[in-house]
């Protein structure tokens, strides 16, 4: 029984992968003069306030990542249009991390072309437990 719950996994993370290479959460959006707005009066941002992005575009590609991670992210945010954190649930085993992270990367530089991408990962009770970074002139994906 265990091996078909690690078969299942496995083809989730596999499922969501292909998902992240194959589509985009957002067409080519221009995300440089977009910035967050601030009720009148407001001068600081909860994290509550600020949902899953500090963009429009950024938002729905947090939205995005949440409804298709097929319960593997409890929660994603975009920060500066090359920051992505990802709360992971505790479905989510130690050696399924860093694939998930590939994935993740992936999929954050299909809809941010030509940028040096950070990706958090984020344990369920919000550690952080991986950095990837995609150096962009490399090509290259680099743990932390």
Same mark, same amino acid.
């Given at each position: 029984m265990s091996s078909l719950h690690h078969l299942r996994k496995i083809f989730a993370v596999v499922v969501l992968v292909l998902m992240l290479v194959t589509t985009s959460a957002c067409g080519a959006v221009d995300q440089s003069n977009r910035t967050a707005q601030l009720p009148r009066g407001q001068t600081t941002l909860s994290y509550n306030k600020l949902e899953h992005g500090d963009t429009a575009a950024g938002q729905d590609f947090?939205?995005? %990542?949440v409804q298709t991670a097929q319960g593997l992210v409890k929660d994603a945010y975009v920060r500066g249009n090359?920051?992505?954190?990802? &709360?992971?649930?505790?479905?989510?085993?130690p050696n399924e991390v860093r694939p998930l992270a590939r994935s993740l990367v992936q999929g954050f530089h299909r809809n941010a072309p030509n940028r040096d991408l950070t %990706?958090?990962?984020?344990?369920?009770?919000?550690?952080?437990?991986?950095?990837?970074?995609?150096?962009?002139?490399?090509?290259? &994906?680099?743990y932390e």
């Open positions: 947090g939205n995005w %990542v090359d920051k992505l954190g990802v &709360v992971i649930t505790p479905q989510v085993r %990706v958090l990962m984020y344990a369920p009770d919000k550690k952080l437990i991986l950095t990837a970074k995609y150096d962009n002139s490399a090509q290259q &994906v680099q």
